[in-house]
């Protein structure tokens, strides 16, 4: 199985700042990534597929990049709607496998 | 408005079974492959079935193969899981999502549902 790992598993931020997700996964999956947003209590929610394009209606502070093995999901100015949890995923081959997840928070 | 919509979920003692449904309304549901995503509580998401838009391709993740079966009614614009021999470990709230071509067999999800909470409890 391919694995998905995340950093950081959490991070705090304030109203404002740019925020860089990153995701490795453990062998080369082209640009077969995915990248969620999740609130609590919420089904995820799509923001980008094919590392790096946008699923229609997210805003264009989100973006993404990478290929083969390493991937980046940056928010450009984070806004109070923007704390959540993030999870990458990789649909280059099955099973399909998630990021464990990263939590912004507010600082 | 494309939407889906699980239902089926509930409290179930290990060894018994659970039949999910999704149902899909807002667009052309025999187009498109379907998917099952679960989340146990405070975890993270967990890939669990794929179904194409025609049934022929069926995946599962080793979790839950051979005791989950995958399906679909195109006429009636629904996906089904049906769960046997449900564990412990196999509570958590199950997503069905969409994958957003429909002009080729694996995609990434785009929509999904709400999610239906199933708990394996004694």
């Known amino acids: 199985d391919i694995q998905m790992t995340q950093s950081p598993s959490s991070l705090s931020a304030s109203v404002g700042d740019r925020v860089t997700i990153t995701c490795r996964a453990s062998?080369?999956?082209?640009?077969?990534v995915a990248w969620f947003q999740q609130k609590p209590g919420k089904a995820p929610k799509s923001l980008i597929y094919?590392?790096?394009t946008l699923q229609g209606g997210v805003p264009s502070k989100f973006s993404g990049s990478g290929s083969g093995t390493d991937f980046t999901l940056t928010i450009s100015s984070l806004q109070p709607e923007d704390f959540a949890t993030y999870y990458c995923?990789?649909?280059?081959?099955?099973?399909?496998?998630f990021g464990q997840g990263t939590k912004v928070e507010i600082k | 408005e494309v939407q889906l919509v699980e239902s089926g979920g509930g409290l179930v003692k290990p060894g018994g079974s659970l039949r999910l449904s999704c149902a899909a309304s807002?667009?052309?549901?025999?187009?498109?492959?379907m998917n099952w995503v679960r989340q146990a509580p405070g975890k993270g998401l967990e890939w669990v079935s794929s179904?194409?838009?025609?049934?022929?391709?069926?995946y599962y993740a080793d979790s839950v193969k051979g005791r989950f079966t995958i399906s679909r009614d195109n006429a009636k614009n629904s996906l089904f899981l049906q769960m046997n021999s449900l564990r412990a470990e196999d509570t958590a709230i199950y997503y069905c999502?969409?994958?957003?071509?429909?002009?080729?067999?694996?995609?990434?999800?785009?929509?999904w549902g709400q999610g239906t909470m199933v708990t394996v409890t004694s």
């Open positions: 999502a969409r994958a957003h071509d429909s002009t080729v067999v694996v995609s990434a999800v785009d929509i």
């Open positions: 807002g667009f052309t549901f025999n187009s498109y492959t």
């Open positions: 179904i194409s838009s025609s049934s022929n391709y069926i």
């Open positions: 062998q080369g999956i082209s640009n077969y």
């Open positions: 094919t590392a790096s």
């Open positions: 995923q990789q649909y280059n081959s099955f099973p399909w496998t």
